[in-house]
């Protein structure tokens, strides 16, 4: 079992649609969850992160965080074709073995306008 | 505020070179995190180096090796290249340990290595 696992998609929503990414995990010691988007041809960009159970909100985007299911999600509101991306689901532990982000595959998404 | 920069953004090298990559944190950060991106592999986690001294390495052979400097800034060095290192490398910084929020991790545009 991979260490993080995301749908590659392409997941296709409509421009004004709400978008859901998921991504689940193996490590149950993995504390905090990021949260980056990634332009075609360029680096990845921190858009969300999320440490407790529960949902956490900003501007457009809601992650969500069950811990004891393993599994984190994405939403989108009012998908943009800006958004047009692949989001990639990272967990993170403060120990040491896990500072070091270990990412899904990472989820394309394209909003058709 | 300048990000995190890398240099040079393109390299193209013949297998069994040497190639050397270079990364600038953001300032005031002290840990620097590689990362290789190859076509269909994701994002894999390289080295990371914090306060001058390498805290952890991924699942890479030794000739993925680097160094950070005094400020900071850091160097990977890819001994012995093969076909298969060619990809993306992405350099990211964080604040030290001891920030409440240096897990964040920002990314620098990355060096194209394409081995020939």
């Known amino acids: 079992q991979k260490e993080v696992e995301q749908n590659s998609g392409p997941l296709s929503v409509p421009e004004g649609a709400i978008a859901s990414l998921n991504c689940t995990y193996s490590?149950?010691?993995?504390?905090?969850f990021f949260w980056y988007r990634q332009y075609s041809g360029k680096s990845p960009e921190l858009i969300m992160f999320?440490?407790?159970?529960g949902d956490k909100e900003d501007g457009r985007f809601t992650a969500q965080l069950n811990k004891a299911s393993q599994y984190v999600s994405l939403l989108i509101r009012d998908s943009q074709p800006s958004d047009s991306a692949t989001y990639l689901c990272?967990?993170?532990?403060?120990?040491?073995?896990?500072?070091?982000?270990?990412f899904g595959s990472g989820t394309r998404l394209q909003v058709q306008p | 505020e300048a990000g995190v920069t890398q240099s040079p953004t393109h390299l193209i090298k013949t297998r069994g070179q040497q190639a050397t990559l270079r990364c600038s944190p953001i300032?005031?950060?002290?840990?620097v995190y590689w990362y290789q991106q190859a076509l269909g592999l994701g994002l894999q986690f390289l080295l990371w180096?914090?306060?001058?001294?390498?805290?952890n390495r991924g699942n890479f052979p030794p000739r993925f090796s680097g160094r950070q400097f005094p400020n900071y800034s850091s160097e990977l060095n890819v001994n012995a290249l093969e076909l298969e290192d060619s990809a993306l490398y992405l350099c990211?910084?964080?604040?030290?340990?001891?920030?409440?929020?240096?897990?964040?991790?920002?990314f620098g545009p990355g060096t194209r290595l394409t081995v020939t």
């Open positions: 300032s005031g950060h002290t840990s």
């Open positions: 990272a967990p993170y532990g403060m120990d040491t073995g896990r500072r070091a982000l270990t």
């Open positions: 999320i440490y407790s159970n």
């Open positions: 180096y914090d306060e001058g001294e390498e805290r």
């Open positions: 990211a910084s964080s604040l030290a340990l001891a920030y409440r929020n240096s897990y964040e991790q920002y």
């Open positions: 490590d149950r010691g993995s504390q905090s």
